[in-house]
């Protein structure tokens, strides 16, 4: 081929489907370049990443309240497969856009870079050195998608010159390399954050003794052999709700709790301060405030730590004080009530373990807070670090910016467990189990009503304390077809669980779960 016969710049135009390749390949260099320099940062700077974790903070609380429904623990997934297809998308059509002249392209693959910049930027817990990740990303986008234009076939070469093979042979070539290359530095990415993982500090920890134990949980406090929960929810199985797409990874020689604001004396404590305290374990129900009626956002365990109220009693809360504004290490934040915080019966911790193991990693290793009665996004900070101890006016918490109440006491509910939902039964004796719980009232007494006939109380497990979930069962009699059971839980103040039925936001579910069954 002559120099006469090579296309111009602009002059000929690439094949519509490598000229989508170029923008995609050129998309992928670009994330796996960020993964890569993010994994020595903080992954949480990997431009997808960030990009991600931006879109959860900026989701309107409802769809995000669909999410968690919807997906449950699978909603961060769901994002970013979502995410993924509309990248790969957009960075195909920036490649079709660019048949002729790479320069929109290549603006629309710096647009990608440049929005990644935007989201590591935004986040609290990045430093300005996290930008050197979006930043490889853009370059390095930007020059794989130049790279890969130039040597793309091109439409009008003339046929027969054999330079279109030879030119489609090197555009593959190159293809196959971005690939590689692509897969080697994401890999790579992963393996180097793996190595900045908690895991071994976590097992560096070993079993957490508590001094004061919890009273050990009677026989008949769950009906599990009836279909009920175990009273004590294993670990793996505890449920999970935060708004980390990447699990934090702090060592336990890396945290440290702030607690200033406006107390006599500004506290700092290490691990260790805290580890080598006498412990105290106590058996607590945790539930999310995006639990539906009948939903599983409920667990129990025994939690051991120390008591939140005598830390702050170190620090010195001032009068006035209204919120602890608690803040976690990816810049989460919560407003617990400081009387909830500091009102001993209550007995808020700051817990570092879950059934004597140090936390799991997803649930806040190495410390997080719990405070019993209250849902957990005012209570419950997982990965915290720091609690300035101010007023309602000074600080606003997460979802209280998103549209969430200030107070969020946890309310009465119960659930059916079994039968479940349009489970077929034999006829005849159908047993029914299930949960209930109104943590710190503690529940009285909890009700079923089958196929609109009276209310009729239940068999209630032992109760271990008020912070904790009851289960319940009984045996009810039914002939043969659809059945519809209602139940209530009355707690001890009195209070009867309302059949009206309102959503998740902004402060909990309330109406009756129902089941609906086939006895046959
Ligand atoms: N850092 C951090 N802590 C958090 C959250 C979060 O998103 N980030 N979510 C809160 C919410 S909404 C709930 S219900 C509990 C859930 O705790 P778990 O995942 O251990 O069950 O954690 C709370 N603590
Ligand atoms: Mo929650």
Redesign the pocket.
């Known amino acids: 081929m002559t120099t006469a016969e090579v296309p111009e710049a602009g002059a000929a135009r690439l094949r519509l489907p490598s000229a989508a390749l170029c923008g995609v390949l050129a998309l992928l260099a670009a994330l796996a370049a960020g993964h890569l320099v993010a994994s020595f940062i903080s992954i949480n700077a990997s431009p997808y990443l960030a990009v991600g974790n931006g879109a959860i903070d900026l989701t309107p609380v409802q769809l995000k309240d669909f999410a968690v429904r919807t997906f449950g623990t699978h909603d961060k997934l769901v994002l970013l497969s979502g995410m993924a297809v509309v990248m790969v998308a957009v960075a195909a059509v920036a490649g079709m856009l660019s048949a002729r002249s790479p320069v929109i392209g290549a603006a629309i693959i710096a647009l990608f870079g440049l929005v990644g910049g935007f989201a590591v930027y935004e986040r609290p817990d990045l430093s300005a050195v996290a930008l050197l990740a979006p930043l490889a990303s853009l370059v390095l986008g930007v020059a794989i998608f130049l790279l890969l234009h130039r040597i793309a076939p091109r439409k009008d070469i003339v046929a027969g010159s054999g330079s279109s093979g030879a030119s489609r042979r090197s555009f593959l070539l190159g293809g196959a390399g971005v690939v590689v290359g692509a897969g080697a530095f994401g890999g790579a990415g992963q393996l180097i954050s793996g190595t900045r993982d908690a895991t071994a500090s976590r097992e560096a920890v070993g079993k957490l003794v508590p001094a004061t134990i919890a009273p050990a949980i009677p026989a008949d406090a769950d009906f599990a052999k009836l279909g009920t929960p175990r009273f004590l929810t294993p670990n793996p199985d ?7 797409l990447s699990v934090p990874q702090v060592r336990t020689e890396d945290w440290s709790l702030r607690i200033h604001g406006m107390v006599e004396k500004e506290r700092t404590y290490s691990y260790s301060d805290i580890r080598n305290r006498p412990l105290v374990e106590r058996t607590i129900t ?1 539930t ?3 639990n539906e009626v009948g939903g599983d ?1 409920v ?1 129990t365990s025994n939690f051991v730590g120390i008591d939140l109220a005598d830390l702050l009693g170190e620090a010195g809360v001032r009068p006035g004080a209204e919120q602890l504004f608690c803040t ?1 290490v ?1 810049g ?1 934040t ?1 407003g617990t009530p400081v009387e909830a915080a500091l009102d001993r019966s209550r007995g808020a911790m700051l817990a570092i373990g879950m059934n004597r193991e140090p936390l799991p990693l ?3 290793f190495p410390a ?1 807070l719990v405070t019993p009665g209250l ?3 005012v209570s ?4 915290v670090v720091d609690i300035e101890v101010t007023t309602w006016r000074a600080r606003q918490a997460y979802w209280l910016k998103r549209g969430w109440s200030e107070q969020a006491p946890i309310k009465t509910e119960s659930r059916i467990d079994t039968p479940k939902g349009f489970a077929t039964v034999p006829a005849g004796a159908v047993r029914l189990a299930g949960i209930a719980w109104s943590q710190h009232n503690g529940i009285e007494k909890v009700e079923i009503r089958v196929d609109n006939g009276d209310w009729q109380p239940v068999t209630l497990s032992a109760e271990v304390n008020l912070n904790t979930w009851r289960m319940w069962w009984t045996q009810i009699a039914v002939k043969p077809g659809t059945h519809q059971v209602f139940v209530r839980a009355t707690d001890k103040t009195g209070y009867t669980q309302t059949d009206q039925r309102a959503g998740t936001v902004p402060n909990g579910a309330t109406g009756w779960h129902s089941s609906t069954f086939i006895a046959s």
Request: glycine share 8%; with cysteine; aromatic share 24%.
């Open positions: 505890f449920y999970r709700v935060d708004t980390a945790m999310c405030v995006s956002y667990s976690s990816d989460w919560s997803e649930h806040g997080r849902y957990g996004y419950a900070t997982k990965w």
